[in-house]
């Protein structure tokens, strides 16, 4: 008899990771899930690929959120060595709020002194020299980030029969197609052996961050595709029941008057820009993977009504050929009401991450009780 399993799917957006720890911390309080344990099955999108990664090596809630309040921009990214040595310091100038911290002394607020009495030639000059790079791969560069991340990481435990079920999705460069590394035996491949690398290929944002090579692969952000992998994880349950957590960090279900509302300040620099651009981004990628649900249930129902009305007729040519889809429960989604600041993208400060380990337990509860409620009226 089919079994219920939990899975809980964790989006990308940066620096707001933080979001899924106190969303953790509630699911964790309701007995959704246990501390330092998890749910059946994990899967992640970018930073959703490393807070997914850190639950499945075994940290309680404390363990995440003293990571989180360790780490600091500075022990993330730092600036590309890929850069043109003459467009350094004024990119260093123009992206100073995203490669400091307040824990390590904060942003300077002028361009060194050779660069302050620059020409606009010489300006145009320097960017010219980013543009024309050879070879460019980033802006940022996330060697920091690699040695933060094997502190946090047991991957003897990820890859052992221990370790809740874990997927992690990356884009493949070169065919632009879904790559899902997981700890288990998946759709016909045998289980990937779950490293630093594949970490750090789910997240590897473009142009912001550089690619990662795994073999003769190269992979971007598993959010190009896959922001939130529900397909993966259905898959992966087979024939067992399955419910659904999924924890967005942009409001996914809101109107289009009341998001432009929410962002009627445009973005007032590079960083911003960039931060907008992937949000709907990511938010695209969420309404493709639950509108694939919804089909899925649909011709679900509608091959149970074809076998009904064949068994009546006694015609079995009226029944669907092939496989059909079985029905899947809609998730339970997690998100906040509004759009959080474009800034903490990439910019990982102490305040943020306290405020997002708030925010992301109190929406957290607010689901859970929508959730409750049809059960406790019934």
């Known amino acids: ?45 970018s930073i959703g690929a490393i807070n997914a990664a850190a639950l499945a090596s075994g940290l309680t809630v404390a ?19 890929d850069l043109p040595a003459i467009s350094r310091p004024l990119l260093r100038f123009l992206l100073r709020s995203v490669l400091t911290s307040d824990a390590h002394g904060g942003a300077r607020d002028e361009l060194p002194p050779a660069e302050r009495n620059m020409s606009a030639q010489g300006l145009f000059s320097r960017l010219g020299a980013l543009f024309h790079a050879r070879p460019f791969r980033s802006l940022l560069d996330t060697t920091p980030w ?53 970490l750090m290929a789910s997240s590897s944002i473009p142009i912001v961050y550089p690619w990662t090579s795994i073999g003769d692969a190269k992979y971007w952000d598993g959010a190009v595709l896959a922001n939130t992998p529900l397909e993966p994880v259905i898959d992966l349950a087979g024939a067992d029941e399955v419910d659904i957590l999924v924890v967005m960090m942009t409001p996914w279900n809101a109107d289009p008057d009341t998001m432009r509302l929410q962002t009627r300040q445009m973005p007032q620099d590079l960083v911003q820009a ?43 040519s009226m029944q669907l050929e092939g496989p ?44 859970l009780a929508r959730r409750a409620a049809p059960e406790n009226s019934a």
């Open 1 to 45: 008899m089919p079994t219920t399993k939990k899975a809980l799917v964790l989006s990308g957006g940066g620096g707001r990771g933080a979001y899924h720890i106190g969303v953790i911390e509630a699911l964790v309080a309701a007995g959704w899930m246990q501390d330092g344990k998890g749910p059946d099955i994990i899967a992640g999108t």
């Open 63 to 81: 363990q995440l959120k003293a990571r989180w309040l360790a780490m600091h921009t500075e022990e993330v990214h730092r600036l590309s060595a």
């Open 146 to 198: 690699r040695h933060t991340l094997a502190q946090w990481m047991d991957f003897a435990r990820i890859n052992s029969a221990a370790a809740p079920a874990l997927l992690l999705a990356a884009t493949e460069l070169q065919s632009g197609t879904l790559r899902v590394f997981c700890n288990r035996p998946l759709a016909g491949r045998p289980a990937d052996t779950i490293a630093l690398d594949q």
């Open 274 to 316: 960039l931060s907008l651009t992937l949000d709907w981004a990511l938010l695209a990628s969420y309404r493709v993977a639950f509108e694939a649900i919804e089909h899925r249930n649909r011709l679900a129902q509608a091959a149970a009504k074809l076998a009904q009305a064949a068994a009546q007729l006694g015609d079995a």
């Open 324 to 367: 059909v889809p079985r029905p899947i429960a809609p998730p339970t989604v997690i998100a906040p009401a509004e759009l959080m600041p474009l800034d903490w993208i990439i910019d990982y400060e102490t305040a943020n991450h306290q405020a997002l380990f708030a925010q992301g337990r109190a929406d957290a509860e607010r689901a």
